[in-house]
């Protein structure tokens, strides 16, 4: 028994190894993720307290314990049976399919890195590239919501930056859920992403499993109270217009909704921009009939790295204004009416918060002329149109009307949209699409 025993030296290594695997998976690592564990919710339990929304212990879940909540949810089982009887596969098959869904989909929120990073980081951004404004208060708009209401924000989908910019500005209320496309699902941006709480969604998907396993995820997290944030335009507007709704996510949130349990709001929010950063790209995609855009990474961090050269040469200048108005909630429990009627009633809501800021009214007025514009015309013309939409949050800067009316003229000036002739500015033909795109974002607004 207590004989000598020769061994291998690259046995010895691999049985050490595995003794020391099975020692930190037993009692070393569990007693690390209980202690930061502990330190989280002392965290959140801290933060709570000056949320208007608190987080929900459902978005504060373990990854893993939701995925397996999920595909042994008794509607995806049912699921899981129709889909390996419809495509004569196992059982087994189908159910790792709806796992391999399941994990695509469930996000591992981090409360650190979405308040520790993410915030400060769309602050820094906001900031950086836009004066960011708000056209009715976030606060205002929330008042008289049920405390227990499951708040759905339902915006219109201008920029990329929306993501950005309504993160910033909703950091008091809340956290937010995003529904992402393909688009964010590159490494290493998917995981950024998911630690920020966004689902990922196949926007082209037309699997009855799919379909279920994510409709299950988001019922599950709208009966939890989970803060929301949905774009029912369902992609980048490509003419800088309102788009006529598509259901989708709302669809799902809607689905099922017990009238007796917790009640959903649906808040309108309207963005608008001076200068959207991908209008050139959007544009272009409209006229060739597409949303197939060529926005490659290297280009992107070429055009940061510009930025950052002008900055340091003290030649930077932000893209104008940036503006984020909330309408009037709607109740989920007091609609009348099915789940069309209400995206319709959403993006109404929506189109008549729309702010009004000085690029895109300066556009609406070269776009409605019928020829030359010299300062004076043009100052007149764009006070009248201000004057057309008096139920509308019309922007101005500096409370002073000929300022706000100078700054739409120079930005247009300086994009090659307009030039100067003898006769007054005039809108130059590579730059007719872009006028257009810019007074398509407000013109709605005008009362006929």
């Known amino acids: 028994m207590f004989q000598m025993v020769e061994i291998q030296l690259w046995l010895l290594v691999v049985i050490v190894l595995f003794a020391a695997v099975t020692f930190a998976s037993h009692f070393l690592f569990p007693s690390v993720r209980w202690f930061f564990r502990r330190r989280m919710e002392k965290a959140v339990a801290k933060l709570n307290e000056r949320l208007e929304?608190?987080?929900e212990p459902f978005k504060l879940a373990r990854r893993h314990d939701m995925i397996q909540r999920l595909i042994y949810d008794e509607q995806v089982s049912r699921a899981i049976s129709e889909h390996a009887e419809a495509e004569g596969v196992p059982q087994d098959?189908?159910?790792?399919?709806?796992r391999r869904y399941a994990r695509e989909i469930v996000p591992s929120f981090s409360a650190t890195l979405y308040y520790g990073i993410a915030i400060r980081l769309a602050r820094f951004l906001s900031r950086s590239l836009y004066r960011v404004r708000l056209g009715h208060q976030a606060r205002e708009a929330l008042q008289?919501?049920?405390k227990g209401a499951t708040v759905v924000f339902v915006m219109n989908h201008r920029s990329n930056m929306d993501y950005?910019?309504?993160?910033?500005l909703a950091a008091e209320q809340s956290?937010?859920?995003y529904a992402v496309g393909e688009w964010a699902r590159v490494w290493p941006l998917s995981r950024l992403i998911k630690a920020m709480g966004a689902y990922f969604i196949r926007r082209k998907s037309r699997g009855a499993l799919y379909r279920k396993v994510l409709q299950r995820y988001v019922r599950l997290a709208t009966d939890a109270g989970v803060t929301q944030a949905v774009f029912p335009e369902g992609g980048l507007s490509l003419d800088g217009a309102l788009a006529a709704p598509k259901v989708g996510i709302l669809k799902y949130i809607v689905e099922g909704h017990d009238s007796e349990g917790r009640d959903v709001a649906f808040i309108p929010v309207a963005i608008n921009y001076d200068r959207v950063l991908e209008d050139k790209i959007l544009i272009a995609a409209g006229q060739a009939g597409t949303r197939r855009f060529q926005a490659k990474i290297s280009v992107v961090a070429g055009y940061v790295v510009r930025l950052l050269w002008r900055r340091l040469r003290g030649r930077y200048h932000r893209f104008g204004y940036a503006a984020v108005s909330?309408?009037?909630?709607v109740s989920l429990r007091a609609h009348q009416g099915d789940v069309q009627e209400l995206a319709d009633e959403l993006m109404d809501r929506i189109g008549g918060v729309v702010?009004?800021?000085p690029v895109p009214l300066a556009a609406l007025v070269f776009e409605t002329a019928e020829g030359p514009l010299d300062k004076q015309a043009y100052e007149a013309r764009l006070h009248a149109l201000s004057e057309a939409m008096p139920d509308a949050h019309v922007h101005v800067p500096r409370e002073d009307m000929v300022y706000a009316a100078d700054y739409g003229l120079r930005n247009l000036l300086s994009r090659g949209a307009l030039e100067e002739t003898e006769g007054g500015y005039v809108v130059t033909k590579e730059g007719a699409a872009l006028v257009r795109y810019y007074a398509s974002s407000v013109r709605h607004l005008l009362k006929s």
């Open 164 to 168: 950005v910019l309504v993160t910033y």
């Open 53 to 55: 929304r608190p987080i």
């Open 326 to 329: 909330f309408g009037a909630p």
């Open 355 to 357: 702010p009004v800021l």
């Open 144 to 146: 008289g919501v049920d």
């Open 93 to 98: 098959v189908a159910f790792e399919r709806a």
């Open 175 to 177: 956290t937010l859920a």
